[in-house]
């Protein structure tokens, strides 16, 4: 999916167009020549967020991104998510974080081994009542206490 001009890859415009994308994005970086290793765990993970947008999807499925991220990248990152919603793509967020859900969520659905078993829009719950639907789902099901969120 790279520029190209000819049989060569079109850097300047690669990276122009990698700079607008982390723009619309609020995702700040001193130069899209960094190197990834570079940057702290938020701003790898709000590049690697931001690459998948760069294609356009319509949904976009996170799996547990704000995971061993410390609190302002958390922010950051859930920041992102609701831009990314914003601009009209469907956004899947897989997490234990329950706090996170709160903050960016319209609509909970609790899986068990794959399967949809609870599903409650966000306006309708608190904390206590999430981690009640997650706790009835697994003792439901034959699992462990705590389920996957998405």
């Known amino acids: 999916r790279e520029p190209r001009k000819g ?3 079109d850097r300047a415009t ?3 167009r990698a700079a607008e994308t982390l723009s619309e994005l609020h995702v700040r970086v001193k130069s899209t020549y ?6 702290s765990g938020g701003q790898r993970q709000a590049v690697a967020i931001a690459r998948a947008v760069s294609f356009r999807p319509r ?4 799996d547990e991104p704000t995971a061993a991220l410390a609190v302002a990248e958390v922010r950051q990152v859930l920041k992102m998510i609701r831009d990314v919603a914003a601009q009209g ?17 319209d609509r909970i659905t609790v899986m068990y081994e794959g399967r949809s078993v ?3 829009p966000i306006s ?3 904390i206590e009542r999430l981690v009640a639907m997650i706790t ?3 003792a439901t099901h034959g699992g462990p206490d705590t389920e996957e969120v998405a």
Do not use: Y
């Open 59 to 62: 949904v976009l499925i996170l």
């Open 14 to 16: 690669m990276h122009a």
């Open 118 to 120: 609870e599903d409650a």
């Open 7 to 9: 049989p060569f890859i």
């Open 89 to 105: 793509v469907g956004v899947i967020l897989i997490t234990h974080r329950l706090q996170d859900l709160f903050e960016v969520c």
């Open 34 to 39: 960094q190197e990834i290793g570079e940057l």
């Open 136 to 138: 009835r789902s697994g």
């Open 124 to 126: 309708d719950l608190d």
